[in-house]
């Protein structure tokens, strides 16, 4: 029978409906998930041999969920997608405030309404996506807001003393009743709230204001935490830990693949932009590896975390710098350039917490020199390795580029905002940078070779063989020494 057709709860029960818990419903739905090979959690990537099956495991044995991790480690979304594990509709008593149960009914509305009209007791249908509710813990939320609180306006609407349960106002987690409800930053709810937790987990009985009300919700619990709050802002009371079946672990991406996967699936990119600025792989790397350098930084704090957020905003970032240079100059397309990545320094310095020490530097400066550490990182994965002391009389593939330096007086200057043919010109008058892409990197597209070449340029300034020198309208390079002579 279609769901449209069942209206009443005779309907319901000549339809063969069973009643399950919430926990069992999402126990059935993920194990047929995993008998037919299906992705459970679409589209959270480097997870798959670690926090998922984790999650998996926790469903399986029924279990409220802690997930406990830094920031920007999609606590959020893990829960948000377990939705997708919920039967599509479930039938619920009309005009119930919990979502009663036709058949397992639980408020006293629900329970004299089906005591007064029987089977033609009015039922509707709740899809899965409204059966999600979520609540971000802070100081100021209240018994009242989660649990609920006596309501003296229907106390004297419907002419009832204190003394009836009829008069309670419930609060968000009964409203939530056989919904998926989510504590964000649990830590930061007050030791009272938590407590107040205690019997809704446990033993299924809620405490208004003197009534004890016998209301076995059926609701799967799940909260997220950050390690750092058991420090700097509060902590998760032990009884309530005690009651929380599975804490789960979760972390940053291992590796720049799955960095750059999560990134480019989360970035809003405008279609213009896309149209207009080429991205250079060599460039998503990098991107990535500026996050990876900010989560080993010295000067950031470590136990504040690095979100994922910031490689998500900064390679927005990055193409706008791109785009607003292409718009300033008339190119209709342009190629992303190495110089452009000090478009995204406002996209770090709000996504890192410094130490002391990182204070005193200075947020920009910190966020430039990641920018220098990771070229540093990644340059050898393309070319030769460069030591920042050699032998005197020692060869490097490096020397002819050096010697080039040495012969300008005047230093090398990328302005930020060349069109792209005066950009090109400007790299390819550095002739000796043509014969060691030959070399090493003899594949390259002529648009990539470009920034391979720019980026070799900054290499050779983290590794001390170059100098650079950021002014207000671009960047300059030179040889340290030779600027040094000539003035001699």
């Known amino acids: 029978m279609k769901i449209e057709n069942i209206k009443t709860l005779g309907d319901l029960k000549k339809s063969g409906y069973q009643s399950k818990s919430i926990k069992d419903e999402l126990r059935e739905n993920l194990i047929q998930k995993i008998k037919n090979k299906e992705t459970t959690f679409e589209g959270v990537h480097g997870y798959e041999n670690t926090v998922i099956p984790e999650l998996e495991r926790a469903i399986l044995s029924r279990h409220n969920i802690n997930l406990l991790g830094l920031r920007g480690q999609a606590k959020t979304r893990l829960a948000r997608l377990m939705l997708?594990?919920?039967?599509?509709?479930?039938?619920?008593?009309?005009?119930?405030?919990?979502?009663?149960?036709?058949?397992?009914?639980?408020?006293?509305?629900?329970?004299?309404?089906?005591?007064?009209?029987?089977?033609?007791?009015?039922?509707?249908?709740?899809?899965?996506?409204?059966?999600?509710?979520?609540?971000l813990a802070t100081p100021d939320v209240?018994?009242?807001?989660?649990?609920?609180?006596?309501?003296?306006?229907?106390?004297?609407?419907?002419?009832?003393?204190?003394?009836?349960?009829?008069?309670?106002?419930?609060g968000m987690i009964p409203r939530a009743n056989r919904c998926i409800f989510v504590i964000n930053e649990l830590p930061d709810l007050q030791a009272r709230i938590q407590v107040a937790l205690f019997n809704i987990l446990q033993e299924g009985d809620i405490q208004i204001r003197g009534f004890k009300l016998r209301l076995p919700l059926n609701i799967q619990f799940l909260f997220t935490a950050n390690p750092e709050d058991y420090t700097n802002r509060g902590s998760i009371v032990t009884p309530l830990k005690d009651r929380i079946g599975s804490q789960i672990l979760t972390h940053y991406p291992i590796d720049i693949e799955t960095a750059r996967l999560i990134t480019e699936q989360e970035a809003k990119l405008v279609e213009g932009q896309k149209q207009t600025v080429l991205i250079p792989d060599?460039?998503?790397?990098?991107?990535?590896?500026?996050?990876f350098e900010a989560r080993e930084n010295d000067f950031i704090d470590a136990k504040s975390g690095v979100s994922a957020r910031l490689s998500i905003t900064a390679l927005e970032n990055l193409l706008s710098t791109a785009e607003r240079r292409a718009l300033i100059s008339g190119d209709k397309i342009t190629m992303l350039r190495l110089s452009d990545f000090v478009g995204i320094i406002p996209s770090i310095t709000g996504k890192v917490e410094l130490v002391y020490e990182g204070e005193q530097e200075g947020a920009a400066v910190v966020a430039y020199n990641l920018i220098g550490e990771a070229v540093k990182s990644l340059f050898g994965e393309f070319f030769p390795k460069l030591e920042k002391l050699k032998k005197q009389e020692e060869e490097t593939p490096y020397d002819d580029i050096i010697s080039w330096f040495f012969n300008q007086k005047d230093g090398f200057e990328l302005l930020d905002d060349l069109r792209d043919k005066a950009y090109r010109d400007l790299i390819d008058s550095i002739t000796p940078l043509d014969d060691l892409l030959a070399e090493y990197?003899?594949?390259?597209?002529?648009?990539?070779?470009?920034?391979?070449?720019?980026?070799?340029?900054?290499?050779?300034?983290?590794?001390?063989?170059?100098?650079?020198?950021?002014f207000t309208e671009g960047i300059q390079f030179k040889d340290p020494y030779g600027s040094f002579i000539s003035g001699i």
Do not use: C, M
């Open 84 to 135: 997708n594990l919920l039967d599509e509709y479930i039938p619920y008593v009309e005009g119930s405030e919990i979502n009663d149960d036709p058949l397992q009914p639980i408020s006293r509305f629900a329970v004299e309404l089906i005591k007064e009209k029987g089977d033609d007791t009015p039922i509707s249908w709740l899809h899965r996506d409204e059966r999600f509710a979520e609540k």
């Open 142 to 170: 209240t018994v009242a807001d989660i649990i609920g609180d006596v309501d003296p306006i229907k106390a004297a609407n419907l002419k009832l003393s204190y003394a009836d349960d009829r008069v309670i106002h419930y």
């Open 282 to 291: 060599l460039a998503r790397d990098l991107l990535e590896q500026i996050v």
């Open 441 to 470: 990197q003899p594949n390259l597209s002529k648009p990539d070779s470009y920034f391979v070449k720019e980026f070799v340029l900054w290499a050779l300034v983290e590794f001390k063989q170059l100098s650079k020198q950021r």
